[in-house]
């Protein structure tokens, strides 16, 4: 069975730090880049963060770039967010999934629940 958990949310002031994380089973982590994907209410998924296969390469959202970076541990198919100075504007749910959407639909892999992230005073 495909599978992403997420976890390691929660409600943190401004300035503040989050680690999350992503654990996947089901399919061949390891030969996928892996992304962050993040959604406020009322708006659209948008991407914040990818890893290639082999986590040498990361690209950021421009919104993100310098106070976000993601990781991965292949052996423990888990891939990461690490957080920093985190701003009012960065509230929402965080997902984990392939970049590639056909990898996706063919693989089977959907959307897990996600992990909510609050910054506010």
């Known amino acids: 069975q495909v599978q992403l958990v997420e976890s390691g949310g929660g409600l943190v002031q401004p300035g503040g730090s989050l680690r999350l994380s992503c654990v996947s089973s089901g399919f061949i982590f390891s030969v996928h880049a892996m992304s962050w994907y993040r959604q406020a209410p009322g708006k659209e998924r948008e991407l914040v963060a990818t890893?290639?296969?082999?986590?040498?390469?990361?690209n950021y959202a421009d919104s993100v770039k310098g106070r976000f970076t993601i990781s991965r541990d292949n052996a423990k198919n888990t891939v990461n967010l690490q957080m920093n100075s985190l701003k009012p504007e960065d509230t929402a749910t965080y997902y984990c999934?392939?970049?590639?959407?056909?990898?996706?639909?063919?693989?089977?892999?959907?959307w897990g629940q996600g992990t909510q992230v609050t910054v506010s005073s």
């Open positions: 890893s290639d296969s082999a986590g040498g390469s990361t």
């Open positions: 999934n392939t970049r590639n959407n056909l990898v996706r639909v063919v693989a089977g892999i959907k």
